[in-house]
């Protein structure tokens, strides 16, 4: 009699037969891309390509070398890490570029598809874009570096970065404020730090019984009593206009940016002082309140008493019988 084989085992030595073809393929695959792979030809390709990189790897370091020495990036810690990553973002990039070209990728299928999706993140994020954009501006124009004190849209604090979308400050009651790149751009900005030298100005006033020239002079005196005041520039005293109630003046002196608050402090100080020594006051505005008669009928007040207490007759007869007996 003739054995019967299972279908199970059928299934089992098909399947088997199939894997081993399918592995003896794959090998052959392979070995036929690892001799077209490592001709002559191409192996000489990748020698040239590797000096290439080593090349450019030199020339890299040769450019952020000479990028860290300018003066302008020496003094600008800030500016000279952004230039580096610019530097560096460049140097990745020509380098996938070039070893993608050595392997037979056509760049120009990559560059099409790369400017539509740049298009299209163009689009949906042009926020981010713009602010990208700014954060070059302000980077090339140096206006600002770390530690300067800046005033941006109403809000004043000392810079800790400078990023390419964002420049984040510190208030002096440190709370940390990030400005986008694009509204110090689109609108005012003041660096306080930008100078070395600084001026602060003033406001004082003398009522109308005091001698101008006197007065002048008084306030002349003041910033000689601070010694952060500087000469060069020197003070300057001048009447401003003639108030409701007092003649108004500025004092303005010059100052190095590093002593702005004893600055500030010294100058309210000494001018008080000199007030006081020369017994120059000031007139301070008085509202006076006083009463207004409309002129209306008016009753009088013994009147309204007695017509408010006047007594019933049955009462007061009760009353004047009872005190009667009494």
Known sequence: MEKTVPPVQVTMTTAAQAAQQHITR????????????????N?????????????MCL???????AIRKT???????????????????????????????????????????AGVAGLAVGFAAQTTVSNLISGLFVISEGVMKIGDIISVGGMTG???????????VHTFDNQMIRIPNATIINTNFQNNSFFDKRRLT?????NYNTDIQNALNTFSKAPALCPTVL???????????FGSSNINM?????????????????????????????????????IEIAAHDDGGPKEKPDAKKRTAHKPKKGRNTTAEKSTGKH
């Open 71 to 113: 003066p302008s990036v020496k003094n600008n810690i800030q500016r000279g890490a952004i230039i580096t990553k610019i530097v560096k973002y460049f140097f990745y990039t020509v380098l996938v570029m070039y070893i993608l070209s050595c392997f037979g990728i056509k760049l120009t299928a990559l560059l099409g598809a």
């Open 158 to 168: 000392i810079v800790d970065s400078i990023d390419l979308l964002s420049t984040k």
């Open 26 to 41: 794959q090998k052959e695959t392979f070995l036929t891309w690892a001799e077209d792979l490592f001709t002559w030809e």
């Open 231 to 241: 000469q060069d520039p020197a003070p300057a005293v001048w009447i401003d206009n």
């Open 59 to 65: 020339i890299y370091k040769l450019v952020l070398n």
């Open 250 to 286: 500025t004092v303005a002196v010059w100052f190095n940016a590093a002593d702005y608050l004893k600055t500030k402090n010294d100058m309210f100080i000494a001018l008080m002082q000199v007030m006081k020594d020369a017994g120059i006051s000031m007139a301070y505005n008085c």
């Open 43 to 55: 192996i000489f390709k990748m020698i040239g390509a590797a000096v290439v990189v080593l090349i």
């Open 202 to 206: 003033f406001s004082v006033c003398a």
